[in-house]
């Protein structure tokens, strides 16, 4: 059975879809099936994997509103062993609809698990909000990857969704467990910077995974081609990031014995 993660945090602009979509194309390079789900509204999963949202007929708003099934929407991509439940602009009705519904902050989970079983790993791609549809893929999840950017405010609003996670924890989803809090746009030129991660991995911890997202113009580029970084450029530093990432979560997770010799040594000079 596969392990749903989600990806989520209020604030934008922290790097969700990024990680979503890279760390999904980095697993799947890894040789695990993986699927993205685009929770978002705005569809950028979904436009970074190489599909047109507008072209989009079907989503995962049908999933969630009308029982569709999910394996008669999901789309291939052109990575390895990566695909996408697409979203589209229809999604930001979705919450307004589900008010009235039985079990609405489980419609997600029940369209999941239909599917659970056909991944190693689903990616959940939220949207910047802690509304209906982000509860929904808590509720989902066996997981929570929080991205955090290294700049100033990094830790504002961290409280609220830390909490809204134990409201999930202890209500909807007992089993969700935070796999790990990531470091995103790191410049290590930069003061404030370094004293953000210092400031995160003291207040979290163990929380903290060791791979931490340089800033890199390679994965700014990349979406805007409709590709992953590893598709865009497999050199650049952003591209080893997001392979080092999804070692270091098929180790979490005991799915691989590779050890640390054999892990890709980042050795960053700067933007790519």
């Given at each position: 059975?596969?392990?749903?993660?989600?990806?989520?945090?209020?604030?934008g602009g922290v790097g969700k879809t990024t990680t979503s979509i890279n760390l999904a194309a980095a697993l799947g390079v890894l040789e695990k099936k993986t699927l993205i789900v685009d929770a978002d509204p705005q569809a950028n999963a979904t436009s970074g994997v190489g599909f047109d949202p507008r072209n989009v007929r079907t989503s995962i708003y049908e999933c969630i509103i009308n029982q569709v099934e999910p394996k008669d929407i999901v789309l291939h991509t052109q990575s390895p062993n990566l695909d996408i439940l697409p979203a589209h602009i229809d999604l930001v009705g979705a919450e307004i609809e589900m008010?009235?519904?039985?079990?609405?902050?489980?419609?997600?989970?029940?369209?999941?698990?239909?599917?659970k079983d056909d991944y190693d790993f689903i990616i959940v791609d939220c949207s910047p909000s802690l509304g209906l549809i982000t509860v929904n893929a808590l509720t989902a999840a066996d997981s929570?990857?929080?991205?955090?950017q290294c700049e100033y405010f990094a830790l504002e609003g961290l409280g609220k969704l830390l909490n809204t996670i134990k409201i999930v924890q202890s209500r909807?989803?007992?089993?969700?467990?935070?796999?790990?809090?990531l470091l995103t746009m790191y410049d290590q030129r930069l003061r404030l910077a370094n004293q953000v991660v210092e400031e995160v991995k003291m207040h979290f911890q163990q929380l903290v995974f060791d791979t931490i997202i340089h800033r890199n113009t390679r994965?700014?580029?990349?979406?805007?081609?409709?590709e992953t970084i590893i598709s865009h450029d497999a050199s650049s530093s952003g591209s080893v990031?997001?392979?080092?990432?999804?070692?270091?979560?098929?180790?979490?997770?005991?799915?691989?014995?590779?050890?640390?010799?054999?892990?890709i040594v980042?050795?960053?000079?700067g933007e790519s």
């Open positions: 059975m596969g392990k749903i993660i989600a990806i989520a945090n209020q604030k008010i009235n519904l039985p079990n609405r902050e489980r419609m997600m989970r029940m369209a999941l698990n239909k599917i929570v990857i929080v991205p955090v909807l989803n007992q089993d969700l467990d935070i796999e790990g809090m994965l700014g580029e990349a979406p805007s081609h409709g990031n997001y392979l080092n990432l999804a070692r270091e979560i098929l180790q979490k997770n005991d799915m691989t014995r590779i050890s640390e010799k054999d892990k980042e050795e960053y000079n």
